[in-house]
């Protein structure tokens, strides 16, 4: 599904985002850049150990990320030319700021992208794997950082969400479709 969100191009796909030919792929980091498990996991896998390399040193050098916040690495063997770590909250059940802490990820690696100078980004559903986030309510969050990131924005080309799992892709074309 495609729509145009004022002057950038939304995609919304069902797959997997290691193989999305894109600029930046957004990985759902963990504070400390250890690269387990869901897309992390996947990143790792097909970009090889340079990732966790350099995820390591830029743990060393400044701490572990804030939740909200990115860290930048390049990307191994993948075809983008950096990868951008968001760490996402652990969903507590909603009272713990966690739907400020998802916009602030979200937006902190769109921001990062156009300081990077790229066109093109590939996001996957951060935190709503492993760390519980609601998929609805995370799709309604991308939408709304989306609408207000794209209001000045004049850097991005095309913005992609991309999901391997079916179910919880077609709740974002649900939500991408509602206006
Ligand atoms: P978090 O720890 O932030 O919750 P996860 O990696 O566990 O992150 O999952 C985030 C979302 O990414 C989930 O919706 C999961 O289904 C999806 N996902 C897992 N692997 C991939 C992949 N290779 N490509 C795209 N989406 C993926």
């Not at 004022?6 to 957004?26: A, C, P, Q």
């Not at 709304?144 to 794209?150: G, L, P, V």
Request: charged share 25%.
């Amino acid at each position: 599904m495609e729509v145009k969100v004022n002057n950038v191009l939304v995609k919304l796909i069902n797959g997997d985002i290691t193989k999305e030919k894109v600029d930046v792929i957004v990985n759902a980091a963990n504070a400390w850049l250890k690269h387990g498990g869901g897309v992390a996991g996947a990143i790792l896998k097909k970009g090889g150990y340079s990732i966790q390399k350099e995820s390591d040193e830029y743990v060393q050098k400044y701490g572990p990320v804030n939740t909200g916040d990115v860290a930048v690495t390049f990307a191994g063997n993948l075809e983008a030319k950096y990868i951008i770590h968001a760490v996402g909250p652990i969903w507590h059940g909603g009272k713990n700021k966690e739907e400020e802490k998802l916009k602030s990820a979200i937006l902190s690696a769109l921001k990062k992208a156009c300081e990077l100078g790229v066109k093109t980004i590939a996001f996957p559903a951060i935190s709503s794997g492993i760390y519980g986030f609601p998929v609805k309510r995370c799709a309604e969050i991308f939408k709304e950082s989306i609408e207000k990131f794209t209001k000045n924005n004049t850097c991005l080309d095309e913005i992609r969400i991309v999901n391997i799992d079916k179910e919880d892709h077609e709740i974002f074309v649900e939500v991408f479709s509602n206006d």
